[in-house]
Nanobody
Framework: QVQLVESGGGLVQPGGSLRLSCLAS????????MGWYRQAPGKERELVAI???????KYVDSVKGRFTISRDNAKNTVYLQMNSLKPEDTAVYYC???????????????WGQGTLVTVSS
């Protein structure tokens, strides 16, 4: 069974930086896209950044120039480097991956448990 394990959230002052990591655990995985979503209190979950297996990257406009997504395919891990953080970046950040286990016919979406990022002075 595929699981996504996130780490790296916490409390940071405005202007600070954090790096989130997400490891896809499981054997014989084929991973298509990996990405980060976030959900602030009272708001809907939104896509923050996504990276495909081919390296195509997309960001939500509000984080362009501040956040960088990357992945290490050998480690089945995706990262989100967040710089120049703002209070409005405060949210629970969720990792998402589209994966297929070898022997299974289809790709499925898997979610992490979420990690809280709080930007406050």
């Amino acid at each position: 069974q595929v699981q996504l394990v996130e780490s790296g959230g916490g409390l940071v002052q405005p202007g600070g930086s954090l790096r989130l990591s997400c490891l896809a655990s499981g054997s014989d995985l084929s991973i298509n896209s990996m990405g980060w979503y976030r959900q602030a209190p009272g708001k809907e979950r939104e896509l923050v950044a996504i990276i495909t297996s081919g390296g195509t990257i997309k960001y939500v406009d509000s984080v362009k120039g501040r956040f960088t997504i990357s992945r290490d395919n050998a480690k089945n891990t995706v990262y989100l480097q967040m710089n120049s953080l703002k209070p409005e970046d405060t949210a629970v950040y969720y990792c998402n991956a589209i994966v297929r286990e070898v022997g299974r016919p289809t790709y499925v979406a898997v979610w992490g448990q979420g990690t809280l990022v709080t930007v406050s002075s």
